[in-house]
Each structure stands twice: as C-alpha cells, then as structure tokens.
C-alpha cells in the first residue's frame, strides 16, 4: 500500500517516511513522518509534502527520531573535545529513558521495554511537570530535587536543540521556571604536608588503601570498592569492567604505578576477591547504600580529630592527585587521560591550584 503514495516508506522499524522529490538537482532528506500506522501516514505525508513545497521546515518525526541525530551531533563535540565522554555517555542513557518514560506516562501506563516513541510535537510543558512529579515519587527510586533539576537540565538541552536545528518552534521548557544554577565553590584539594600527614597513621587498613589509591592514582571512590587483583598489570593500575562495576565513560584507563603505590601494593599483597576491604564480600548496592563498604565516619574521625584538618570527601583525593600532577609540571592533557576525563573537565574541576612560572612555593 506504501507504493501507492510516491515518496512514502517505512524503515527497518516499521516508521513511515516520506522521501521529497530532486529541487534544483538536489534532494532533501526523508521526513520521518513518526507512524507505523499507514493510514496515519498518509495524512502526515500530505502535510510534510506542502510544507515542504512551500518551503517550511517541517519535523514530524518522534521523539526517538530527533534523539538519533541529537545524539550524532553530540558525538561530534566530543571527538574535538569540547565534551566530555564521561557526560555524554551518562546524558544519552538518560535521554533514552525520557522517551519510554513520556510514552508509559502519555499512555498512563507500566513503564515497558515495548512502546512507540511519542511524536516529538506532543511533549508540552503539562507533560514535563508530570514527568517530574513522577519521578519525584516513583516507588522503584525515589530522587531528590537536585537530581531531577540535574535529569531536567539534560532533558532542556535537547529540547533548546531542536528549537535551535528546526525540530520544533518552542521549548516546552520555556515557560518552565528552573531554578539558578548554584555557583561552585572553589576546588578543594590536601596540600603535599596534608597528605603527608594523612598518609602518616591511617587508623585501618581500609583508610590506608583509600588514601593510597586516592593520593596516588586518582580512583573515584566506587573504584576503589571496586578493585580486584586483575587490575594490576606489572607496574600498571588499569580501572576495568568486572562483574560489579563499569568505568563510568564505558572504557578501561592504565596508571602508572608511583614508587609511593608500588610500595604501598608490594606490603599490602594481592586479595582474592576485592583489593579493598577483602573480608566484606556482599555486594548489595542500593541508591541509599551504593558502596560494597564505606567506612566514611571513621575516616571523617581521623582526619578531622585526629590529624586536625578539614573533612574535604573521598573526591578531594581524587582532586588532589590532579593538582599535585599539575603542580609539578605534568601536562593537563597527560592529566586528563590519567583520571580518564576530557581536558576541558579536568581544568575545570580538578585542577585547585597551579603556581606561576616565578613562584617558589608549590602550594
């Protein structure tokens, strides 16, 4: 029936198209018309046919349609660096469960694994205030105002896309009041005497791992609860997938081992299971409790009554180890690969302190 209509077809999908003749030797894109349904194709098919020969850009596609090329484009940015790897993998899960998320909703039902993307146009401002209502009690994760905020601005960046590519004529985040952006505090990193400190008498053994691959490596705290033995390599730390744990830009990272961690390891010996914690096998992460172990109160203890310092999180080891690299000279991009983020995310958010050409003091 589809040969019936010049111009219209369905790809692999079932979604009709709509395919616009040669205009002056050249030929347009084919129009997702954002059907499976034929009869529905066809009145779509008249519409994007005078649109388009009046000369109007028209998108009639689904919301899965514009996420595709949404998602291309994105790709692009961070192959010349200008985004982050670690931030598009994570924006692109959360894009796609936007669209199953929108059609349950729509259709006022279960979330399901089988739905129709919904038509990119239908998403109104009504649509996304119930979206986050929902996702602001949904019994499977409850999420905080923060990250909703967090899910919605992701969400209001594809949206400002395709006003801005054509897609549609307004946001339905336009008459939607986000809150402002809280401005961020300065980096907060240990100076070499803090760490040193630290690293002095760890009260556990736990404490003393955690500072050592924090220090010295630069390991997240979900990495370090995820070590196992396979992960060193002769002289190299290399953050792979297990079968508890995935880097969370998707790809394995090799760190040198410093003579300081070399040391560490060579007294501290090989686990058979888990590098931290051994004994503390279960692996149970839920959203309140992600950690396999997390012994953050003795360690807030320790650093703040015991060595007098400021609790700063497990993260300022992590940006301490940047800036301790920056400081003595280690190129940002060097840096970068090391902590396994882009350079633009590394200056911005790692790298607390770098002294000028004429400066003596390191810190």
Known sequence: MAGK???????????????PPMKNGKRDGAISLGTTDYYEAVVACDEARRAWELGVAQFTGSFADALGEYLEAQRGLVEIGRKSAT?????ENQLRKYDQEFASLKNGSEESDCYQSVKLASITKKDIENWQRWKKKTAT?????STIDTY???LQGFFTWCVENEKLETSPFSKIKMPKLKRKSAIEFYTFEERDLLLKAPPSQEIDFILHFGFFAGLRFEEINAMEADWIKGDLLVVQETDYFTPKDGESR????NPQLR?????????????FA???????????????????????TYVEDTCQLKWRSYHALRRSFATHLAIRGERIARIADLLGDDITTTEKHYIGHIPSNNSTDCL
């Open 5 to 19: 209509i010049k111009g219209l077809h369905h790809d692999k999908k079932g979604y009709y198209r709509w395919q």
């Open 87 to 91: 931030t598009h993998y994570r924006s």
């Open 141 to 145: 994760k409850k999420l905080t105002d």
């Open 152 to 154: 919605s601005r992701i």
């Open 254 to 257: 090799d760190i040198p081992l």
């Open 263 to 275: 040391t560490f390891l060579d007294q501290y010996g090989l686990k058979s299971k888990f590098m």
């Open 278 to 300: 051994p004994t503390k096998l279960d692996w149970h992460p839920t959203a309140e409790h992600p950690y396999r172990f997390n012994p953050k109160k003795s360690f807030k």
